[in-house]
């Protein structure tokens, strides 16, 4: 979970790859009416987010031998709907200085988020309180390290 440019997709993947487990990016299951408003520079509202969430738990709760997703999971509420979907999901958050963040959203090109977001993104973020499911982790380390930073994380617990 994390802001737009925290590096969910890519330590998530790397995640998925160490544990063994299937991989899909929560845009994914955006429908295109979320990717049009987004790539137009208009922020999603909670209106936009329940049904994806819905979407991306529903997916999590049918792998049966667990599954990472990338998704930006911003406030509590939002995580209640995929803990409520998918009972045992256990968040990692993906934390960064708003630097490194609108850094690596600058540097991608072929993303439908725009830079200019990230505040709106930030504004929003509730981060993991101590009874939710998860841990938080610095992405300004490299991907591959803080991929397994996370296993290890999971695999004690």
């Not at 609108?102 to 988020?113: N, Y």
């Amino acid at each position: 979970m994390g802001v737009s440019g925290s590096g969910k997709t890519t330590v998530g993947a790397e995640l998925a790859n160490l544990l063994g487990l299937v991989y899909l990016d929560g845009d994914d299951f955006h429908p295109q009416a979320n990717i049009d408003k987004m790539a137009s520079g208009i922020p999603l509202d909670d209106a936009d987010r329940w049904p994806w969430l819905r979407r991306v738990g529903n997916w999590l709760a049918e792998q049966e031998h667990g599954a990472i997703v990338a998704c930006s999971a911003l406030k509590h509420s939002y995580r209640e709907v995929l803990l409520s979907e998918c009972p045992g999901t256990v968040f990692v958050h993906c934390t960064g200085s708003r630097e490194l963040l609108e850094q690596r959203m600058l540097e991608r090109t072929k993303h439908f988020m725009p830079a200019h977001l990230l505040d709106s993104q930030l504004a929003t973020l509730e981060p993991l309180r101590a009874d939710e499911p998860g841990a938080s982790f610095d992405v300004a380390e490299p991907p591959t390290l803080v991929a397994e930073a996370m296993k290890d994380w999971i695999t004690a617990r």
